[in-house]
């Protein structure tokens, strides 16, 4: 296929009037592909071409509403009641239980650190097998220590700071 100027100028024609690529190589036929047009505007460096009168704007898919919070991040109860009881679709992490419903796991007590005396307190080159391997304090302060107690069944820690380690999940009493 060979470029004419007469299909030379009937593709800057077609395309100052706004047709596509792909109805301009119908137009002109004889083996002429989208590309070709395409390659040819480039190289001819046509300027932008005018919107067709004819083409209707395309229709968007209207985006779901995002609920609105309140000053507080509250979601209204409506909005709530609405959300909660939507199909879920896809991934449901982040579903909104209702409330009540939500099964919370209690947080195990706080227990206070146990002390160490200062003579039984250990340093990072005096760790071994037989010592808890448990930090205190800052790392970054002087007074930052081990815990140097007999550890528990081949753990790293002694027994009290692998209850503090190794605790399950206890699930909230209804």
Request: glycine content about 6%; hydrophobic content about 35%; charged content about 25%.
């Given at each position: 296929?060979?470029?004419t100027?007469?299909r030379v100028e009937l593709?800057?024609?077609?395309w ?5 690529a792909?109805?301009?190589?119908a137009?002109?036929?004889e083996g ?16 932008g ?8 704007p395309?229709?968007?898919?209207p985006r779901?509403?995002?609920p ?17 009881n ?5 991934a449901?992490?982040?579903?909104i239980?209702?409330e009540?419903?939500?099964?919370i796991a209690?947080?195990?007590e706080q227990?206070a ?11 990072l080159?005096s ?8 930090p205190i304090?800052?790392?970054?302060t002087?007074?930052?220590?081990f ?9 790293p820690?002694?027994?009290f ?7 399950t999940?206890?699930r909230?009493r209804?």
């Amino acid at each position: 296929m060979a470029w004419t100027d007469d299909r030379v100028e009937l593709l800057k024609k077609l395309w100052m009037e706004g047709l596509s690529a792909s109805q301009i190589a119908a137009i002109l036929g004889e083996g002429v592909t989208r590309n070709a047009v395409i390659g040819k505007v480039h190289r001819l460096k046509l300027s932008g071409r005018v919107k067709p009168a004819s083409t209707a704007p395309r229709a968007r898919k209207p985006r779901p509403s995002i609920p609105k919070r309140s000053a507080s991040g509250a979601m209204s109860g409506a909005v709530r009641r609405h959300l909660t009881n939507a199909p879920m679709i896809g991934a449901t992490a982040l579903k909104i239980q209702p409330e009540g419903s939500a099964e919370i796991a209690a947080a195990p007590e706080q227990v206070a650190e146990i002390y160490i005396e200062p003579e039984n307190r250990l340093d990072l080159l005096s760790l071994n097998e037989q010592t808890c391997k448990w930090p205190i304090g800052d790392p970054m302060t002087d007074d930052f220590y081990f815990c140097g107690q007999e550890p528990n069944d081949n753990k790293p820690y002694c027994e009290f700071h692998s209850r503090r380690a190794y605790h399950t999940m206890d699930r909230k009493r209804r």
